[in-house]
């Protein structure tokens, strides 16, 4: 039996959710203090959102006692509308991973979505799907929402292009290849064998490009002919080889069912090697005990107005998202970088002045010497018995400041320490403005 309260608040609720648009997005459950409870997705936000406060349904039913309480805790619900049910599969990923809403279980782990990459550096590029991108400077697709259908279109793409698939090193200059048997594959006609030197660079490239331009068009041609064909053979009463054609058909369509690169970040396939990383850190800091956590800082100011700061912890050189936090500036007014910094620094670590955290072995700065100067006097104003191994990096060069160094260090571009100091800058950039960019300005940061 619900009280008058409850009574009224399920009211406001059903009041409000008619007005949500009936188009794909997400929708975000939140208590009475503006905490997300829970995060999800629907092709209808009305209807979908709708069912969770209907009069007569049973939740406990259908969707367990989980979902009761959390609808019992829900004080208001947010909707973002996207372009398409892929955008609302992949924002919903990146949304949980980042804020972990205590009523979502799945996705809260280090998962990602699959890219399909193409080694374009190569001699004879190979094409692949993967989690985890083996050359920053390779061409990818992607991310894709199912990985099933990806790895049985690119069955049937590589009929069509003759691609390789296999992780052999293949160079040009290796005249040994002529003496190489090629695997079944190319038996079956499935791949050209650059491996057998069966094939030239120019005419293997001239594959690769083929199939790179047929996965950046509509590709209204290939379906056309294959309806054609589904037609042909139904007419014919070969419904076997119909039946083919119309799965080919689906599976081809199915490469649509993908984010950007630029559009749907996955930080965690794009980190530098982390125990190269981290070892050669520890000497570059003189350090007497290994590197293990690394948290990195960033101020952001959304649309001019609203100043967060964003932290994220990287353990063993790896992202842990559950040690991310971001600040809503309160003391300082203005655009003021070096105040904001300085709050948000005096704020994270009052509990390890107090002795009821750990300190991190490493905190880096977005940004140059003033920055670095500023986090400098906020551990001086804090009373800090010992500064960590306190950094900054520059954008423009990728210049590394350190504290208590004269000068600053110059890296090379492919030298891991700079790789990862990179990566945990753009993703405290990343999470600092995320909630700004998904949620419209909605005021969901964290205050701590």
Same mark, same amino acid.
């Given at each position: 039996?619900?009280?008058?309260?409850?009574?009224?608040?399920?009211?406001?609720?059903?009041?409000?959710?008619?007005?949500?648009?009936?188009?794909?997005?997400? $929708?975000?459950?939140?208590?009475?203090?503006?905490?997300?409870? +829970?995060? #999800?997705?629907?092709?209808?936000?009305?209807?979908?959102?709708?069912?969770?406060?209907?009069?007569?349904?049973?939740?406990?039913?259908?969707?367990?006692?989980?979902?009761?309480?959390?609808?019992?805790?829900?004080?208001?619900?947010?909707?973002?509308?996207?372009?398409?049910?892929?955008?609302?599969?992949?924002?919903?990923?990146? =949304?949980?991973?980042?804020?972990?809403?205590?009523?979502?279980?799945?996705?809260?782990?280090?998962?990602?979505?699959? $890219?399909?990459?193409?080694?374009?550096?190569?001699?004879?590029?190979?094409?692949?799907?993967?989690?985890?991108?083996?050359?920053?400077?390779?061409?990818?697709?992607?991310?894709?929402?199912?990985?099933?259908?990806?790895?049985?279109?690119?069955?049937?793409?590589?009929?069509?292009?003759?691609?390789?698939?296999?992780?052999?090193?293949?160079?040009?200059?290796?005249?040994?290849?002529?003496?190489?048997?090629?695997?079944?594959?190319?038996?079956?006609?499935?791949?050209?064998?650059?491996?057998?030197?069966?094939?030239?660079?120019?005419?293997?490239?001239? !594959?690769?490009?083929?199939?790179?331009?047929?996965?950046?068009?509509?590709?209204?041609?290939? =379906?056309?002919?294959?309806?054609?064909?589904?037609?042909?053979?139904?007419?014919?009463?070969?419904?076997?080889?119909?039946?083919?054609?119309?799965?080919?058909?689906?599976?081809?369509?199915?490469?649509?069912?993908?984010?950007?690169?630029?559009?749907?970040?996955?930080?965690?396939?794009?980190?530098?090697?982390?125990?190269?990383?981290?070892?050669?850190?520890?000497?570059?800091?003189?350090?007497? !005990?290994?590197?293990?956590?690394?948290?990195?800082?960033?101020?952001?100011?959304?649309?001019?107005?609203?100043?967060? #700061?964003?932290?994220?912890?990287?353990?063993?050189?790896?992202?842990?998202?559950?040690? +991310?936090?971001?600040?809503?500036?309160?003391?300082?007014?203005?655009?003021?970088? +070096?105040?904001?910094?300085?709050?948000?620094?005096?704020?994270?670590?009052?509990?390890?002045?107090?002795?009821?955290?750990?300190?991190?072995?490493?905190?880096?700065?977005?940004? #140059?010497?003033? !920055?670095?100067?500023?986090?400098?006097?906020?551990?001086?104003?804090? #009373?800090?018995?010992?500064?960590?191994?306190?950094?900054?990096?520059?954008?423009?060069?990728?210049?590394? $400041?350190?504290?208590?160094?004269?000068?600053?260090?110059? =890296?090379?571009?492919?030298?891991?320490?700079?790789?990862?100091?990179?990566?945990?800058?753009?993703?405290?950039?990343?999470?600092? !403005?995320?909630?700004?960019?998904?949620?419209?300005?909605?005021?969901?940061?964290?205050?701590?």
């Amino acid at each position: 039996m619900i009280n008058a309260d409850q009574k009224k608040r399920l009211e406001d609720l059903r009041e409000a959710i008619r007005t949500f648009p009936t188009g794909p997005g997400l $929708y975000l459950m939140k208590d009475a203090d503006d905490k997300v409870l +829970y995060v #999800g997705k629907a092709k209808n936000l009305r209807s979908r959102v709708g069912s969770y406060f209907q009069p007569g349904a049973n939740l406990h039913e259908s969707r367990g006692p989980w979902i009761v309480e959390m609808v019992a805790k829900t004080a208001s619900v947010d909707y973002l509308q996207t372009d398409s049910e892929v955008d609302a599969i992949l924002q919903e990923a990146r =949304l949980i991973k980042d804020i972990h809403p205590p009523y979502n279980t799945d996705l809260k782990d280090a998962k990602t979505f699959p $890219y399909l990459e193409i080694t374009t550096r190569q001699d004879f590029p190979g094409v692949y799907i993967t989690r985890k991108v083996q050359d920053s400077r390779s061409r990818l697709f992607g991310p894709f929402t199912s990985v099933s259908d990806l790895r049985a279109v690119i069955v049937v793409l590589q009929k069509i292009y003759k691609f390789r698939t296999c992780t052999l090193d293949i160079r040009e200059k290796d005249d040994k290849r002529r003496f190489f048997r090629p695997c079944i594959l190319y038996n079956i006609r499935q791949c050209s064998a650059p491996c057998g030197d069966r094939v030239s660079r120019a005419d293997y490239r001239k !594959q690769i490009n083929d199939f790179v331009t047929f996965l950046r068009s509509k590709r209204a041609t290939v =379906l056309r002919q294959l309806r054609k064909q589904m037609a042909e053979a139904a007419a014919g009463l070969d419904f076997e080889a119909a039946a083919e054609c119309r799965d080919r058909i689906r599976l081809i369509e199915s490469l649509d069912k993908r984010g950007t690169v630029a559009g749907h970040i996955q930080p965690e396939v794009f980190a530098a090697d982390p125990i190269e990383a981290m070892t050669k850190l520890q000497a570059m800091l003189k350090a007497d !005990q290994p590197i293990r956590i690394i948290e990195g800082f960033d101020i952001a100011h959304l649309a001019g107005a609203e100043t967060v #700061g964003a932290m994220v912890q990287f353990i063993d050189g790896k992202p842990f998202k559950e040690g +991310y936090r971001r600040f809503k500036i309160k003391t300082v007014t203005g655009v003021d970088d +070096y105040a904001c910094l300085k709050e948000v620094i005096s704020r994270r670590y009052k509990r390890a002045m107090a002795g009821e955290e750990l300190w991190p072995d490493v905190v880096l700065i977005d940004g #140059g010497i003033g !920055q670095l100067h500023a986090a400098e006097e906020a551990f001086f104003e804090m #009373g800090a018995p010992k500064l960590p191994n306190l950094m900054s990096i520059a954008k423009k060069e990728e210049l590394l $400041y350190i504290h208590g160094r004269d000068r600053e260090i110059r =890296l090379p571009a492919n030298n891991p320490v700079r790789k990862l100091m990179q990566t945990i800058r753009d993703e405290a950039h990343r999470f600092a !403005q995320h909630y700004h960019h998904i949620l419209r300005k909605k005021k969901l940061f964290e205050n701590k």
